[in-house]
């Protein structure tokens, strides 16, 4: 037994062989089957399904999907599997697309969710020597008390920072010699920016490791600049409220990846439009099944999340399969002239130039009957213009960098660093004025 599982015991689930993980999922899968049977939604919607029959994936796509709006249609108690005086916590789904949905967990859920967690945390080298402070907004957002947990599991002094006010957030992590963040990567790269104006150098006066980066979509390249302005090494964490919060699915340190936690979460991706399950490597959406959830099992839960499974094993030895970072939800993606876009992809061309700053905003218009997008971007504090021409060129050189990639040339507008608008939350890059 390694050193970790010795002190840990729930880590022995992440060196599971790919059969003993397929075992327990043909085991698990039809008790899930019969615990969401429990609630009056599936009750009503798959009456007479013997849940003993699902014992394979093959089998489980007789069921039908479940979606958002059928958690919504069900609120507040439709979807409950257990009688209320089971639950012990509910978060609400943050409602960044429409109406917030209540999300319930046993005890059991919380200590599965915290496992899932930490083992992620465990895995790049977090240890019970960390500082841990959480930079993700507390309450019915999950990426709070998502994280809070898992870091008090593994032993880390855990102090709940909350989101903003970053010059506490300095001045914490000065004091105390923080070591590990968990943190939105729009803040992030913010909090490297607040850092160079306070005169603090990261490689210097911090004596950070580890950011566990998530919660929203972010491109290789924003992960580069953080990693490289605040002097650690960022891994991407990847969740929804509707399984449990952040911790579905964390990248290892071979940076490759994130791999899920397949003891508890069946994975399919389906074709967004038809329904059709995809081949391993496709790119479509997430389709998700709680394998232990009591108080609000879920089936082939429709994420809107699109990425793809990785085929081959991971360097690091895991066995659990890894999905590509998220390139957005289904209802991010842009359709302008035409052209599918993401708006990670727009963010992947301006992180890579060194010239911009940290924040973007795209808007679409419409604009003699066709659609117009504006990218705004921040230029970087650290070049100074002389004159209006170098400022045309760099214009320039984004717009063509950003026609080759897009296939449409958009508008490209620079502006002061620090002056788009920021949030608390998670980033809002798009303002869509078009016509309807
Ligand atoms: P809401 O759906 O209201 O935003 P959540 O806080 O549950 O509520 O957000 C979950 C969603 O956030 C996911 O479905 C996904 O779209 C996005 N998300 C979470 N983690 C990541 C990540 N690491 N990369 C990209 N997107 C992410
Ligand atoms: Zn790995």
């Not at 230029?379 to 990639?405: C, P, W």
Request: net charge negative; glycine share 8%.
């Amino acid at each position: 037994m390694s050193e970790i599982t010795t002190q840990y015991a729930f880590y022995q689930a992440e060196q599971l062989s790919r059969d003993e993980i397929a075992s327990l999922q043909t085991e698990r899968l039809p008790q899930a089957v019969a615990c969401a049977l429990k609630s009056p939604w599936y009750a009503e919607q798959l009456a007479g399904l013997e849940a003993e029959q699902i014992t394979s994936l093959e089998a489980l796509r007789q069921i039908p999907f479940t979606t958002k709006e059928d958690l919504r249609s069900a609120m507040p108690f439709g979807f409950l599997a257990v009688p209320l005086d089971q639950v012990v916590r509910m978060h609400y789904s943050s409602g960044t697309t429409g109406t917030a949905i209540a999300i319930y967990h046993t005890a059991a859920d919380l200590q599965h969710w915290a496992e899932c967690v930490a083992r992620g945390m465990l895995r790049v080298g977090v240890t019970r020597k960390d500082i841990f402070q959480n930079m993700m907004g507390y309450g019915l957002f999950t990426g709070g008390l998502g994280l809070h947990y898992p870091a008090e599991l593994i032993g880390c002094l855990t102090i709940p920072a909350g989101a903003g006010n970053t010059s506490r957030q300095i001045e914490i992590m000065k004091t105390f010699g923080t070591t590990a963040l968990h943190i939105l990567p729009s803040y992030g790269l913010r909090l490297a920016h607040f850092c160079r104006e306070a005169g603090v150098v990261p490689s210097r006066d911090l004596n950070l490791r580890f950011a566990f980066v998530g919660a929203e979509p972010h491109s290789p390249q924003t992960r580069a600049r953080l990693e490289q302005a605040l002097d650690l090494k960022a891994y991407n964490v990847y969740g929804l409220s509707e399984m449990c919060g952040p911790g579905v699915a964390i990248e290892c340190s071979a940076q490759e990846g994130l791999h899920l936690r397949e003891d508890h979460y069946l994975a399919e991706i389906v074709d967004p439009d038809s329904g059709q399950p995809l081949p391993d490597g496709e790119e479509g959406e997430l389709v998700l099944t709680t394998l232990t959830r009591e108080a609000m099992p879920l089936l082939r839960y429709r994420t809107r999340d699109i990425t793809r499974l990785i085929p081959n094993s991971c360097s690091c030895g895991s066995q659990h399969r890894r999905i590509a970072p998220i390139v957005g939800r289904t209802d991010d993606m842009l359709i302008v002239r035409g052209t599918n876009v993401y708006p990670v992809q727009i963010e992947r061309i301006l992180m890579a130039i060194p010239e911009t700053g940290s924040n973007y905003l795209i808007t679409l218009a419409t604009v003699d009957e066709m659609d117009e997008v504006t990218v705004s971007v921040e230029v970087s504090a650290d070049y100074s213009y002389d004159d209006s021409r170098e400022l045309q060129a760099l214009r320039d050189r984004i717009r063509q960098e950003l026609h080759t990639e897009l296939l449409f040339r958009p508008q490209v507008e620079l502006v002061e660093p620090g002056s788009l608008p920021v949030g608390e939350g998670k980033a809002v890059r798009v303002v869509d004025n078009r016509k309807k």
